[in-house]
Structures are given as C-alpha cells and as structure tokens.
C-alpha cells in the first residue's frame, strides 16, 4: 500500500538509526544523522549493534531493546520515531511482531510513533543467495553483504520468505504491525562518470551497487530489489517522486545526505 500523505506534528521524539548488516564508515552515518534530527533537539540516540547476527540475537534484537530502553527511561521519551536502514528494519519488525519474546518489547512498542525504513530488506536479497551459495560472486559481493553472517544467511529469499509467514508481521497475508511501518524505496544507480549525482555517498560505491544490479530486477537500488523494499507494511515513497532532481536512491544512497533525504527525515520528525 502506497502512503504518500503522514500526520506530521513536533512532540518529544527520538530519531533512531539501525545500521544494517554490513560494515560501514560510523562517522558518516552519524553525520547523516545528526542532520535528519532538528535543530536543538536533544532527545535522539544513534544505536551500535552487532546486526550482523540473527534479528533475534541477544546482540543484535537484544543490544537494540537495551538501548531504546535505557533511552527511552532516561529521556522520559512518549513518542519514539525510528529511521532504519537495509536489514535494520527486519530487526525491528521481529521487535514489534513478538512482543512475549522478551520483557523490554512491550514497553519500546507502545512509544513508537512510527518506523521510517530506509530501503527495507524486508524480503531478503538474491545477492545474498549468492554469497551463500559461495559462487564466483561471493568475493565481489563480500564489501556489500559481508561474508556468510547469519545476517547474509537471513537475508535469503527464501529464508526471508519463511520468517515472514511464520515470524514477522506486515508483509501479504500476515497480521498488520501494531505500530506504522514505512518504507522509502529506491529504485535505481546512476554512475556515470560525468554525472555530479553519482558521486553522492561515494563514487566507487555506486558503481558497485550498478554492477550488482546486473542480477535483480529492472527496480532496484543496486543491493535490494523494489518489491523487496516494499514487501512490509506501507511505501512511504519511492525516491524518485521525492529526490530533488527526480534522482533515484542507490542502497548507498539512501542512508546518506543525497537529494534531500535528511530534509525530509527531519521534517517528519
């Protein structure tokens, strides 16, 4: 379902970011981030987990609950807004579709205004198949997916397929999430040379993410298939019809200061 249109108010929030399961430079997502949190606005947290684990693991489910907790009880927060990148989204849907899975769930759920998910892997990838399936693509694909993490091995398809029938809620079929969840979808990398544009979130990067573009589908930001990104709750938008310049959103793209996004994180806040 396609949400173009949210409530848009100011209250007492806090902008979280879950990384996903892949190593990345920590100072520019924090720069990113700081500048998707209003000006003076003291109540947000930056979460560090290892989301290379299981969604469920004590050190990637368990080390986020622990955090939000603390912050939520330090801060006195009643309305929690959450950004999440890539897998970081799976891991907050099992925090919200199993609520009885640990004491720490319920209080976090009934704070949360809304999940903002930047390019969700709510279905998984064929990219990580193909790490898994450890094909001549697995050493090319290492600096994208990591190397077999039970993170990778989660983001299979068919791995993907089975929790989303059995484990997670939001996707076809399945009970709705008792909080919103949605999703900012990117549909495609430009990395020509000569283009300004491609260079947003590192060049190299993106020419990268087209070539593993070659192996999805025709929608795709180069890690992450559309129908992917938009498999769990509701499309907030796809990048196109909001990007300044009508740009698209590469996976590296979308947790980055490219086009906008942090203007339009932020005003959401």
């Known amino acids: 379902m396609y949400a173009p249109h949210k409530r ?32 003076g606005t003291a109540n947000y947290v930056i979460i560090n987990c290892d989301f290379t684990q299981y969604m469920w693991n004590s050190a990637a489910a368990g080390c986020l609950a622990g955090q939000l907790s603390s912050f939520i009880q330090a801060k006195g927060i ?27 769930y319920p209080g976090i759920i009934s704070k949360i205004r809304w999940v903002n998910a930047l390019a969700p892997s709510s279905a998984g990838t064929p990219l990580a198949n193909a790490v898994m399936n450890g094909n001549v693509f697995e050493q090319s694909l290492g600096w994208l997916v990591g190397y077999k993490s039970d993170a990778v091995r989660m983001q299979q398809t068919s791995w993907m397929a089975t929790y989303n029938a059995n484990n997670l809620f939001g996707t ?6 008792p909080k919103s969840f949605y999703s900012v979808v990117g549909t495609d990398v430009d990395s020509a040379i000569w283009d300004p544009d491609s260079y947003c979130g590192g060049y190299f990067e993106n020419v990268g993410l087209e070539t593993t573009q070659n192996w999805l589908n025709s929608c795709s930001d180069g890690f992450l298939e559309c129908t992917s990104q938009a498999a769990a709750g509701r499309v907030w938008f796809y990048d196109t019809s909001r990007m300044a ?4 959103l ?17 005003n959401d806040l």
């Open 8 to 39: 848009w108010f100011q209250t007492n929030v806090c902008n979280v970011r879950l990384p996903e399961f892949t190593i990345r430079t920590a100072g520019a997502i924090r720069q990113f981030l700081m500048r998707t949190v209003p000006r």
């Open 78 to 104: 009643t309305d929690l807004v959450i950004q999440t990148h890539s897998n970081g989204g799976n891991v907050m849907r099992w925090i919200m579709s199993n609520p009885t899975y640990d004491s720490r």
């Open 172 to 177: 076809a079929g399945r009970p709705a999430l």
């Open 245 to 248: 310049g009508a740009e698209p």
């Open 250 to 266: 590469s996976h590296n793209q979308s947790r980055r200061k490219c086009f906008g996004l942090d203007v339009i994180l932020r």
